[in-house]
């Protein structure tokens, strides 16, 4: 017996698998859980009818720890503010943000797990004096992290900004010869 529900396609991946989706015009393309009729592809179905996005546990996907580096930065990349901004400036901003995520600490702990309450500006500058060979790259760094938490404080996650106190490089530029 074959069960047709409405939005519901399959679609195939790279490696010959079915995996099934909720698919509607103009929202979201929102991943099932197969098998196609257990009771959490029902749920989960009936939560994308709703227009509710749930996370499903994916063996190959990482999860996102709440009250995480980046899960902070994942509600801003969610923002009306970030969504404004100039597609460049979303990609620049969000690589900045992803590879300050990805960085691994002197213990061999991912930074992204780390609670984002916990950030001081001794950390900033760290990050910023480790790319001090690129003195641009460290300065972006460093507006990247202050509207990161200038949008955590506008919107009642965090109450300060530790970057704010954070100098950018002096580059003792001569400007450009003649």
């Known amino acids: 017996m074959q069960i047709r529900l409405k939005y519901v396609v399959e679609d195939m991946d790279r490696h010959g698998n079915v995996r099934p989706y909720y698919r509607r015009r103009g929202q979201p393309k929102v991943r099932l859980p197969a098998p196609v009729g257990s009771p959490e592809f029902l749920t989960a179905y009936k939560a994308a009818q709703a227009g509710v996005q749930q996370e499903i546990d994916q063996p190959g996907l990482p999860r996102i720890k709440p009250k995480s580096l980046r899960w902070l930065c994942v509600q801003y990349f969610k923002s009306p503010g970030y969504k404004r901004l100039a597609p460049r400036t979303q990609k620049i901003r969000r690589r900045f943000l992803e590879r300050l995520c990805d960085r691994v600490d ?73």
Request: proline fraction near 5%; charged fraction near 35%; aromatic fraction near 6%.
């Open 106 to 178: 002197t213990k061999g702990r991912k930074d992204d797990d780390k609670p984002y309450a916990l950030l001081e500006p001794c950390h900033v500058r760290k990050w910023r004096d480790e790319r001090q060979a690129t003195p641009a790259e460290a300065d972006n760094l460093v507006k990247a992290v202050r509207v990161l938490y200038s949008f955590a404080i506008e919107s009642d996650l965090h109450y300060r900004n530790p970057a704010i106190s954070v100098k950018n490089i002096d580059r003792n530029s001569k400007g450009i010869h003649c």
